[in-house]
């Protein structure tokens, strides 16, 4: 099993949504920042959001075991073999991730 580098692509905040249904003092997620890398095999990394990873973990898990050494998703969403883009659910404010397969070892007990 390897490692799958988690990169956060993009943090929305869908303000008219939020403004219907949402409390006043909702806003982005302040969780997660654009930019920020993670690293992971089956463990949610330190630091993550627990929901988020809720959310992608099927994908992790697939790619740290092989499952992206071709093309992800049935060859038709992704442009590159190993690399998924998945999200979490937050009807809000939902966090765009890009997901690739690494030849990084997980390390046991990590």
């Known amino acids: 099993m390897n490692k ?3 990169t956060v692509l993009k943090t929305l905040f869908l303000e008219d949504i939020a403004a219907e ?7 982005p997620c302040q969780a997660m920042q654009e930019g920020q890398v993670f690293y992971a095999d ?3 990394p330190a630091g993550f959001c627990h929901t988020a990873w809720n959310c992608i ?8 075991n092989g499952g992206g050494k071709e093309f992800f ?3 038709d969403w992704a442009k590159e073999p190993g690399v998924a883009i998945s999200s979490c659910n937050d ?11 690494t ?3 997980s390390v046991k007990g990590e």
């Open 57 to 64: 973990y099927q994908y992790v898990f697939a790619l740290a």
């Open 73 to 75: 998703f049935y060859n």
């Open 21 to 27: 249904f949402g409390k006043p003092e909702l806003g």
């Open 103 to 105: 030849d990084i070892p």
């Open 4 to 6: 799958v580098k988690i």
């Open 42 to 44: 089956v463990k949610c």
């Open 91 to 101: 009807g809000f404010r939902p966090v765009i991730f890009k997901l690739e397969a």
